[in-house]
């Protein structure tokens, strides 16, 4: 999967690829909610 | 996963979590309940669709499996809030270790609400790929 093919809104309020949330010298666990509360 | 954030952490992994929440959305979240992870926003949900994360049904919350784990967070503490927003309350979430090119090491779609890895799980996955 191409994770620059995606994008997401980052804390920041930028909106950037998804690529940019990985860890570019480990590994990334990435958790996706159900909902945010 | 937040309370082990530091073996996590330790074993060079960043966690970063995914939300379906739009950018005023995550910005009202941010201002009152500050995470020591990034907390992004996926409000069209092409990032869930793209990890096959579904949604699921209704009917599913009925299980006995599912109501028995709502009832034990009650007991512990755990507050149930309604969603933000726009959020789908049926979206099902889902928990993926990546490597630094986004290759996918472990891949966990849950299969109704409650079904998620443990953090032994997890850790276990990061051990066999670090």
């Known amino acids: 999967m191409n994770l620059n093919e995606y994008s997401l809104i980052f804390p920041d309020g930028t909106e950037r690829p998804a690529a940019a949330a990985l860890n570019p010298q480990g590994l990334t666990l990435l958790i996706f909610l159900r909902h945010l509360a | 996963v937040q309370k082990s954030l530091a073996e996590f952490e330790a074993a060079n992994v960043k966690v ?10 995550l910005a009202t ?8 992870y990034p907390i992004l926003g996926d409000p069209e949900r092409r990032l869930y669709r ?3 994360l579904e949604r699921t ?9 599912v109501l028995w784990r709502y009832l034990r967070l009650l007991f ?4 149930l809030r309604s969603v933000y927003g726009s959020e789908d309350v049926l979206q099902l979430g889902g928990d993926f270790l990546l490597a630094a090119d986004g290759s996918i090491l472990l891949g966990h779609a849950s299969r109704e609400s409650t079904d998620r890895p443990s953090v032994e799980q997890l850790l276990a ?3 066999t790929h670090r």
């Open chain 2, 57 to 65: 049904r209704l009917v599913e919350f009925l299980k006995p499996r």
């Open chain 2, 50 to 52: 793209a990890f096959g």
């Open chain 2, 29 to 36: 979240f941010h201002r009152w309940n500050a995470k020591p």
């Open chain 2, 16 to 25: 970063a979590v995914v939300s379906q929440s739009t950018a005023k959305s």
């Open chain 2, 125 to 127: 996955a990061v051990r």
């Open chain 2, 76 to 79: 512990t503490g755990t507050k």
